[in-house]
């Protein structure tokens, strides 16, 4: 896999699902194991009209290489694909695809549920939803808020 590199980006450009699989795909892999993440239309009881998605995108990408390569780390013969938009999206549109390839379906799977889910749970890209209510930050918390301040009352 000399010269080879997963490929990890964050844009304002429309995502293709093709791209990241024609990326990953190759002689060697017999499964090729895929995520698209795109923007429904309710959220935990509310109405969706657009996601707004902000990163610190070099940060961003840094800490997606990471990730694939500690993926590829754990998963021999894995290549891996994720990108990731930011700006204004509305219902429908593709806020992510991600792809792995491996010799095996079981390898692919895991690599791309791993992928998705280290992305979300590391990766500084921030969501807030726009619906009839106003303008939400979704997963945003202060950190100067901090558990034992609950009870205090702050303006921010």
Known sequence: MTGWRALVDVRETALSLDEAVAHVSHAGAGAVATF???VRAE???RAVARLEYQAYASM???EM???ASEIEAEIPGVRLAAVHRVGSLVVGD???VCAASAPHRGEAFRACRLLIDRIKGRVPI???EHGPDGAV?????DARCGDEHAHEHHDH
């Open 36 to 38: 698209l993440g795109v």
């Open 43 to 45: 959220n935990e009881g």
């Open 60 to 62: 961003a990408r840094a």
């Open 65 to 67: 290489s990471r990730i």
């Open 94 to 96: 593709a806020a992510v």
């Open 126 to 128: 921030w969501k807030r």
């Open 137 to 141: 930050w979704i997963g945003w918390v």
